[in-house]
Nanobody, 126 residues
Framework: QVQLVESGGGLVQAGGSLRLSCAASGLSFSRYNMGWFRQAPGKEREFVAAISWSTGSTYYADSVKGRFTISRDNAKNTVYLQMNSLKPEDTAVYSC???????????????????WGQGTQVAVSS
């Protein structure tokens, strides 16, 4: 069956960096758009970043643009999220997700994603 397993979360001071990884199995990884979402306590899940399966184009939420970088390694079936200049408001559970689409459109809505990981906690102290 399909599995997405995140790792790399933890506690970091404001201004620090973390690199999240999401290892996928049980699916044709190179044919899926991959996204990162996050959910803070008491808040709705929100889009963070996504990367296209076909073009490698990347997309970001305004709140993380310029600080976070999404990338993928199809040979390793892994998607990454490099997070720099972290802020306390970045504290959340971060989940990766896979979206199968035939087209080139990269979607930002969680409901469009087919598979999800269990999430990894990121905590940023001030």
């Amino acid at each position: 069956q399909v599995q997405l397993v995140e790792s790399g979360g933890g506690l970091v001071q404001a201004g620090g960096s973390l690199r999240l990884s999401c290892a996928a199995s049980g699916l044709s990884f190179s044919r899926y758009n991959m996204g990162w979402f996050r959910q803070a306590p008491g808040k709705e899940r929100e889009f963070v970043a996504a990367i296209s399966w076909s073009t490698g184009s990347t997309y970001y939420a305004d709140s993380v643009k310029g600080r976070f970088t999404i990338s993928r390694d199809n040979a390793k079936n892994t998607v990454y999220l490099q997070m720099n200049s972290l802020k306390p408001e970045d504290t959340a559970v971060y989940s990766c997700a896979a979206d199968f689409t035939l087209g080139s459109t990269v979607r930002r809505t969680a409901a469009n994603y087919d598979y999800w990981g269990q999430g990894t906690q990121v905590a940023v102290s001030s």
